[in-house]
């Protein structure tokens, strides 16, 4: 026997501050126009001093958490996509779980960069649909600025902070997740790393006088896998489902290039209308992206129930994440 299950609720977190490209140009050598052409990018946040993922996380599951009526108590499994927890160890979803007071809810940290959260809502869907579990919060959070060279232009105008939570809950039969499609090319990983801290390359004097704890990328062989990638997720979702491009009443594809996005809504044939696009006010916030591009969509009444919803995303390892969804509220 297995359950129809789907998102109930969801949520999302900003933090205050603001950091345009104008900003930027005092920064580095770039300029806003550079900035916006190549990429799209006019603003995103960066995170207070005193706050870390996990402080994030906690305001986007609050607001899921109401937005789904369920008590922290009711949840049974965490996972937290992100790429910068608060420490290596504890979990920053088990940080979470204490803050909610979500008793004895398992808890685990998800690392598949930009993608992370569409995994989630793959691995959190299939344990309630295997009736292994009935509630399960999972969550994108990011506080990006902390592991960004902001000495080097290449890289620190294009992320910010944020996160984005769901609740994922039974639903009716034929709602909810309807298909998925998650995958990995490991052989490019090198193309996004963050190469020192880990057991490779442990912290040294070294390590932080060479910027080895900040984002390292090759731009254009990221930009080349998600190019094709994105599109290709898409389809794969879509004949699972046995349902086509027409059939898709909104699109939302991972925020990290707008030139990345309108490439995969040519390659698609699909209309700007239908995809929700928020990279000119918060940038890539790697794993919230999809929650707070979901949350946002649904403040502004572009989630129907019934309405058929491509999530889609590319990122770190380098790793690929579809999901086809049958919106349920
Ligand atoms: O979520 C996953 C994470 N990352 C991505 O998805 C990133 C995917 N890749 C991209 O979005 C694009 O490759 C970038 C936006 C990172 C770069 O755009 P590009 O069109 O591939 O530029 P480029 O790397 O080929 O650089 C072109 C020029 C270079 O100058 P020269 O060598 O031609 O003189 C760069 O040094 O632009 C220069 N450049 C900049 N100029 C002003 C690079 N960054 C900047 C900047 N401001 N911020």
Redesign the pocket.
């Known amino acids: 026997m297995t359950y129809a299950a789907g998102i109930i609720g969801i949520g999302s977190y900003l933090p205050e501050k603001n950091l345009t490209n104008q900003d930027l140009e005092k920064m580095?050598?770039?300029?806003d126009a550079?900035?916006v052409e190549?990429?799209g990018i006019r603003n995103r946040h960066i995170a207070a001093p005193e706050q870390a993922t996990s402080d994030l996380a906690y305001e986007a599951a609050v607001k899921a958490l109401a937005d789904a009526d369920t008590k922290p108590e009711e949840l049974e499994l965490i996972i937290v996509a992100t790429e910068t927890p608060d420490y290596k160890y504890p979990s920053t979803a088990c940080l979470l779980q204490a803050r909610l007071g979500a008793k004895e809810a398992a808890c685990f940290d998800l690392s598949a960069?930009?993608s992370g959260f569409v995994y989630g809502l793959g691995i959190g869907s299939q344990s309630i649909a295997s009736g292994l579990y009935q509630k399960v919060l999972v969550v994108g959070a990011e506080t990006l600025s902390r592991i960004v060279d902001w000495t080097d232009?290449?890289?620190c105008?294009?992320f910010g902070d944020g996160a984005g939570a769901a609740v994922l809950g039974r639903v009716e039969e034929g709602y909810g997740i309807l298909s998925l499609d998650l995958g990995a090319d490991g052989t490019g990983g090198k193309h996004?790393i963050q190469p020192a801290g880990g057991s490779r390359n442990p912290a040294t004097h070294a390590t932080v006088d060479a910027h080895d704890h900040t984002i390292h990328?090759d731009?254009?062989d990221?930009?080349k896998f998600?190019a094709r990638k994105m599109p290709a997720a898409c389809k794969k979702v879509l004949q699972k489902a046995g349902l086509s491009i027409d059939d898709v009443a909104l699109l939302v594809p991972?925020q990290?290039?707008l030139?990345?996005i309108e490439n995969a809504m040519a390659r698609l044939k699909i209309d700007r209308e239908k995809v929700w696009i928020n990279i000119d006010r918060h940038g890539?916030m790697?794993a919230a992206c999809i929650p707070v591009c979901l949350t946002e969509a649904r403040d502004a009444g572009r989630l129907k129930k019934g309405d058929n919803v491509i999530a889609v995303a590319?990122?770190?390892g380098l790793t690929w994440a579809g999901a086809l969804l049958k919106w349920a509220k």
Do not use: E, K, P, Y
């Open positions: 580095v050598d770039t300029s550079w900035i190549r990429t960069g930009c232009r290449n890289t105008v294009l996004l990328m731009g254009q990221v930009f998600a991972h990290a290039n030139r990345i890539n790697s590319f990122g770190a």
